[in-house]
């Protein structure tokens, strides 16, 4: 607080610095993303997961209409081929008997991916988390909505891979979007966009004086931090 030469405190008349704003993950000001490139990304992701979806749905709906349960159709011999399987459990009969509780975990998963889509930046992302989201989604109708009734439906699978496991159009987009996430993680590239050791963009300070640059000299000349001169030190530069 600058003083008068008779030590009388005078009340501060300089600009007060800005209360940090919270951006995502927490970092001072946040990250800045265009808002235009927010909405082509979430349009992307809401595409990618709607496709996923849709595919999912119609080729296990052509699965039960053609398909004999258990019985396998060779299409690459030994390696791969077509065998309906109605799967109370999750991958690799993993859990069969909990269908209820994989039942809520994929709605508490889709549940995060929604929100996490929400500070979405990168196309990498967008992608991964379109496939993943459209996986999980489609494994979750089949529990929703098949027999033997919701929460406990079973989850039809019929591509059968060699004598390892029965899967389906879901499981393969959330295989892929898993790989998407390694890799990216991988390159240290976040949800917003932001790389690992590269600079962030931080929003503005709105209460900054204008035409203040963080980084070059105050209107009146000062250098950056440097605050309002004191009273006292203004008579001094007046009897200089």
Known sequence: MPTTDDDHALPD???RPAAP???DGGVTGGVVVEP???RRLLRALVAITLSVLALDQLTKVWAVATLEPRVRTELLGDLFGLQLVRNPGAALSIATGLTWVLTLVAVVVVVVIVRVSRRIGSWGWA???GLLLGGA?????DRMVREPGPFRGHVIDFLAY???FVGNVADIAIVVAAGLVVWLTARGIHVDGTRDGAPEKHA????????YAPDGPAPD???PGQGTPSVAADARDGDA
């Open 13 to 15: 008349d300089g600009p």
């Open 21 to 23: 704003a919270e951006g």
């Open 36 to 38: 235009e490139r927010r």
């Open 127 to 129: 992608v991964a988390l």
């Open 137 to 141: 989604v489609g494994n979750l109708v």
């Open 162 to 164: 060699g004598d390892l």
């Open 204 to 211: 503005p300070d709105e209460h900054a004086p204008d035409g």
């Open 221 to 223: 000349g000062r250098s």
